[in-house]
């Protein structure tokens, strides 16, 4: 068979994939698995917004658009950024892509040379570093552990940048961790950033409005305008308004770095699904009350959940300040023995347990570049969590 590419080889079936489908195997042979491992909102689409969808078809809005998104999506997103998030930016700095992970693809590709750096904090979301690799990039991780928080500092920051470093990644609030910035640490690595000028900044917002802390949302671009002529600011409708099916993000930056990502976007997808983009529209100018009441949600499913976790022996588990995810620490479960006589040394081991013998899916922090953490999303019923917690309970319970 004539070979692949070095660039597909370099990236492969995720560890969540992997446990995804073990999972799947299990209840195929009648177990009742629960799985925690989802990374999207358990709500519906809100019907406002299919019903823009449904009209926009009805009203043959069903025809390509202009590569980097509609006007009138551009318009709102412009809206979008100047309300919340306090950026003065023109339509040429705007874009729409197929999902906040397009977004990433189009920055990368358009500004990744083969061997150049692109610094992640890690824990990380899995995708940055396999779509720096597609890009032909080098992800540069840096360890954020429990002790700061999972968050970047400006010394760890200011130690891992070189010549070669194109990008910085931040991530707030964060996937897998929870964690979200204060304004004073925003600052601050903006700080260190500052003094590098050949570095990117690219500020992931996707789950902004999934927040728990009081006060106003703190992105870069807002609080370091003398750095928006590189920086990269992304967000979306997949996590804000359960539309991860739609296939929309968006993302501003200058001019220059936007003209190339449409560029290439054009020749990849030719631009966003029309009728996603008018469901869009209503997403962001229609009735917000969608997210506060989602976020009350959440707020409540945290709270029980980092309760829960906490009573299972080995298990530490910080409260984190947003998104939709838990992320224990469990290294004090390591060297122990389950009871057929396995010993659990790493956190894979921990998640094969839980899955084969107890039924539950989680994701272990190795996905994240996180060895002592495993993750788990609360987006799902109060119930099924209960129940998936007293399953990892009963685990951690019979390790000896
Ligand atoms: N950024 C982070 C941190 C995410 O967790 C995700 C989705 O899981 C995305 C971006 C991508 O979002 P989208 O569904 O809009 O591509």
């Known amino acids: 068979q004539p070979a692949l590419s070095k660039r597909a080889q370099s990236i492969g079936l995720s560890k969540i994939a992997q446990l995804v489908s073990r999972a799947a195997e299990l209840r195929a042979q009648g177990k009742d698995v629960i799985s925690l491992g989802f990374g999207e909102p358990d709500f519906d689409t809100p019907l406002n917004i299919r019903e823009a969808a449904q009209k926009a078809m009805d009203e043959g809005d069903t025809r390509y658009t202009a590569t980097g998104g509609t006007n009138t999506l551009k318009l709102a ?22 999902g906040a992970k397009h977004v990433l693809f189009n920055a990368f590709l358009a500004t990744l040379d083969e061997g150049d750096e692109v610094i992640i904090p890690a824990p990380f979301w899995t995708s940055y570093p396999d779509i720096v690799k597609v890009a032909e990039g080098t992800p540069v991780f840096v360890s954020c552990g429990a002790d ?42 903006a700080e260190v950033i500052r003094k590098h000028p050949h570095v990117w900044i690219l500020s992931d917002d996707i789950y ?64 966003p699904n029309s009728i996603a983009q008018a469901a869009a529209v209503e997403a962001l100018e229609g009735p917000q009350n969608f997210l506060d009441e989602s976020r009350a949600t959440f707020k ?19 409260t984190p300040d947003g998104a939709f995810y838990a992320f224990p620490t469990c290294s004090d479960c390591f060297g122990k023995v389950t009871p057929d006589g396995t010993k659990i040394e790493t956190i894979d081991d921990l998640a094969s347990f839980l899955l084969e013998k107890h039924d539950v899916t989680i994701i272990p922090g190795t996905a994240f570049g996180a060895p002592n953490e495993f ?7 109060l119930e099924i969590l209960h129940e998936a917690c007293n399953r990892i309970k009963a685990g951690c319970e019979q390790l000896q």
């Open 77 to 98: 997103v412009q809206k979008k950024f100047k309300n919340d998030n306090g950026l003065d930016v023109d339509l040429d700095q705007i874009m729409v892509s197929v």
């Open 148 to 189: 700061v928080g999972f968050k970047l500092t400006p010394s760890a920051l200011e130690a891992a940048i070189t010549p070669k470093t194109k990008w910085v990644m931040i991530n707030s609030p964060s996937n897998p961790t929870g964690a979200v910035y204060s304004a004073d640490e925003i600052s601050a690595l």
């Open 208 to 271: 902004e409005h999934i927040r728990f802390t009081e006060g106003k949302y703190a992105t870069i671009a807002a609080l370091a305008p003398d750095l928006s002529g590189r920086t990269l600011t992304m967000n979306g409708v997949s996590k804000a308004y359960a539309m991860t099916g739609w296939r929309i993000g968006f993302c501003t930056g200058p001019k220059a770095l936007i003209k190339a990502m449409t560029a290439i976007q054009g020749q990849a997808t030719s631009g």
């Open 300 to 318: 409540e499913r945290r709270d029980k959940v980092v309760c829960w976790l906490n009573e299972c022996p080995g298990i530490k588990c910080q």
């Open 375 to 381: 993750r788990i999303s609360y987006a799902a019923s």
